[in-house]
């Protein structure tokens, strides 16, 4: 099953923003837009957004998701420490009748 | 709080079964599609099976399709997982997972390592 496109790696200083981009087609993520997951080393993945931009409870405002084509973004502000960590996007694929997820990627925050 | 805790992953030869269960706590666990999600070691998540809300439709991916079953008993608010001839590529740890809109609620994991 073909998964969605992150790239492997993104660096940014502290206080900046960074944008993280997820690729997919319109099956999945031109779709129904993609959730986007956080995970921490040693912890498991945390949901920061989902259908584009819909935060759950007590995600911070400072993580923005939006979606252009087939192509979801992740934009956190502010970049703290505690941001430094692998995200995730993912999305239900109609024509697969799967979930697929992109490879990740990793934040670093400098 | 809504809570799943996952239970009876180890190491288990090729070829042989293996049954995971998660234990699903301080939510509806009947209102929602449930998932397995896996993460080899040093990789990225993997989606490996949905079940629906009332157990009557199931999705797997390819790579486990013919070889894994996900099922639910939601009398008993568990989700199971039968893993049947595993290989070296089922090696991983495998999340229990809400799904509401989105995977919303995640388990700690239990490891499964296939090794002869």
């Known amino acids: 099953q073909a998964g969605l496109t992150q790239p492997p790696s993104v660096s940014k200083g502290l206080r900046q923003t960074a944008t993280l981009t997820c690729t997919g087609n319109s099956n999945n993520v031109g779709n129904e837009g993609a959730a986007w997951l956080q995970q921490r080393q040693g912890h498991p993945p945390k949901l920061l957004c989902y259908r584009n931009n819909v935060r759950p409870s007590g995600i911070a405002e400072r993580f923005s998701a939006s979606r252009s084509g087939n192509t979801g973004s992740l934009t956190i502000t502010g970049l703290q420490p505690e941001d430094e960590a692998d995200y995730y996007c993912?999305?239900?694929?109609?024509?697969?009748?799967?979930?697929?997820f992109g490879g990740g990627t990793k934040l670093t925050v400098l | 709080q809504a809570q799943l805790v996952e239970s009876g992953g180890g190491v288990v030869r090729p070829g042989r079964s293996l049954r995971l269960s998660c234990a699903a706590s301080g939510f509806y666990f009947s209102r929602y599609s449930m998932h397995w999600v896996r993460q080899a070691p040093g990789k990225g998540l993997e989606w490996v099976a949905l079940?629906?809300?009332?157990?009557?439709?199931?999705y797997y991916a390819d790579p486990v399709k013919g070889r894994f079953t996900i099922s639910r008993d939601n009398s008993a608010n568990t989700l199971s997982l039968h893993m049947n001839s595993v290989i070296s590529d089922d090696t991983a740890l495998y999340f229990c997972?809400?799904?509401?809109?989105?995977?919303?609620?995640w388990g700690q994991g239990t490891m499964v390592t296939v090794s002869s």
């Open positions: 997972v809400k799904e509401a809109n989105a995977f919303d609620i």
């Open positions: 993912s999305a239900w694929d109609s024509s697969l009748n799967a979930w697929v």
């Open positions: 079940i629906s809300y009332d157990g009557r439709i199931s």
